[in-house]
């Protein structure tokens, strides 16, 4: 089997690590194939080697172009490749441009597509990544969920629950993996003024290019009594310094400015602080996983579980709600204890090699492969129905051929489900078929 994993930025490939180590542990060709898209050939390389990984087999280039230009690009390039290669299935992991083309490229030449990270919303449009998930999951056949929240997004969206395997998050698989490395090479301990300080991240386009509520997070981080470690985005230094806040960030002797981290450096330094203030994605995931609270400054987060489990505040950009939610916990030894010790959602570190064996059942059992309907088959429709009697879903859809259960609601709630869910006193809703005899 050839697997196809198609990566672009730095998180893609972080999350990808410990996958590229599964496949490479077995028989199976692993072709990496870098997009390039926010750092060039030289920073490529040394980031793989850094992460002790294979360099990548192929590196297109994009660089930072327009979202269009990179999409098109990485997708002229991907149909010789893939075409070349012979890949089996394609992986992408995430939301990014690479991640969207990926998918469409590997769609439109009939190549399978599993999609790692499959299933998460942010339930807001305004955010390129949301639709390019939700594009990507389109055109997926196998679906890596990390958790079964995750999974009913899809199953509310027709996606066929068969498809639907929740495997945790490769974040853990790659925290416990790549700290060690941390550990081992990163220096950053040595650049830090404070023993104990919040990791302080921001860098998405609707705080860092809004005016009012870059204000207002800084003038609630000026006001705080704790010291704070701020690695500075380039475009947030730019956006700080037109708005005339960078300077007094500078000159306040509780926060420290440093350069942009690399990512083992940022994580040994996340891995010893006390509170983490964020508006990315990922990190919420990380600190969740190093047991690290977390207040995250947006209005909504497409990793919901990381608030359900306990591990994470979302607290907007109003400057007294975030001194608060800030202040509420580092001054509340119990709540503190609690987040810190939140459940991680995202499992105990083995679904890179949860989704390698499911990758690896697909072919063997020649399920991977896109074929053409050699029956007509009609669409009868949606039922809604109301199950009385013991039975599970592998038993009612063996029973009901053309019946293909899509929700599952109990009490009113919806339900993950599996093959072994029982159905008794649930209502369900079908997608059902008629098949010309």
């Known amino acids: 089997m050839k697997i196809g994993i198609v990566l672009g930025t730095r998180p893609e490939i972080i999350k990808m690590s ?41 590196n297109i280039g994009i660089g930072s172009n327009t979202a269009i230009k990179q999409i098109s690009i990485i997708i002229s390039e991907l149909e010789k490749i893939l075409i070349d290669e012979k890949i089996d299935i394609v992986l992408v992991q995430g939301d ?3 991640v969207l083309a990926g998918a469409l490229a590997a769609n439109k030449l009939k190549i399978p597509v599993g999609h790692v990270e499959a299933g998460l919303r942010s339930f807001d449009k305004d955010m390129p990544e949301e639709n390019n998930r939700i594009i990507a999951d389109n055109c997926s056949s196998l679906f890596f969920v990390p958790t079964k929240e995750n999974a009913i997004n899809l199953q509310n969206e027709g996606i066929n629950h068969k498809d639907i395997h929740v495997t945790g998050n490769t974040i853990v698989d790659a925290c ?23 990791v302080l991240t921001l860098h998405r386009a609707e705080n860092v290019d809004n005016p009012e509520r870059l204000k207002n997070i800084v003038r ?17 230094k730019k956006s700080l310094e037109e708005n005339d ?36 994605g990922g990190i919420q995931e990380e600190s969740i996983t190093l047991n690290i609270p977390c207040v995250t400054l947006r209005y909504n987060t497409e990793r919901p579980e990381t608030i359900s489990a306990g591990g994470n505040i979302l607290a907007g950009t109003e400057e007294k709600e975030i001194k608060y939610n800030i202040e509420s916990i580092l001054n509340n030894e119990e709540v503190y204890e609690k987040m810190a010790n939140a459940v991680n959602p995202y499992g105990n570190g083995d679904s890179s090699e949860k989704i390698y064996s499911i990758i690896k059942d697909a072919f063997e059992n020649n399920r991977l492969k896109i074929k053409s309907s050699d029956t007509i088959v009609d669409f009868e429709g949606y039922l809604m129905k109301n199950i009385t009697n013991d039975i599970t879903v592998e038993e009612f859809e063996n029973e009901n051929k053309n019946q293909i259960i899509e929700q599952i609601f109990y009490n009113g709630l919806p339900e993950f489900i599996d093959e072994k869910t029982n159905l008794k ?13």
């Not at 199976?28 to 030289?42: A, W």
């Not at 006193?425 to 005899?437: A, G």
């Open 18 to 58: 410990s996958l590229i180590d599964e496949i490479n542990k077995h028989d199976d060709e692993c072709v990496i194939i870098h997009t390039g898209q926010h750092f060039d050939d030289e920073m490529s390389k040394q980031f793989f080697i850094d992460l002790n990984l294979p360099l990548p087999d192929y």
């Open 96 to 98: 990014t441009n690479a």
């Open 176 to 198: 416990k993996r790549n700290l060690k490395i941390a550990i081992e090479k990163s220096g950053v301990k040595d650049i830090i003024k404070y023993d104990k300080y919040i």
């Open 220 to 236: 609630s981080l000026l006001k705080l009594e704790y010291n704070i470690v701020f690695p500075l985005h380039p475009h947030t």
């Open 245 to 280: 806040l960078y300077e007094q960030m500078l000159k306040s002797s509780h926060i420290q400015i440093t350069k942009p981290l690399g990512y083992l450096d940022f994580l040994y330094l996340l891995s010893k602080s006390s509170l983490v203030l964020t508006d990315s």
């Open 425 to 437: 006193n649930k209502s369900i809703i079908i997608k059902k078929f008629k098949q010309r005899t």
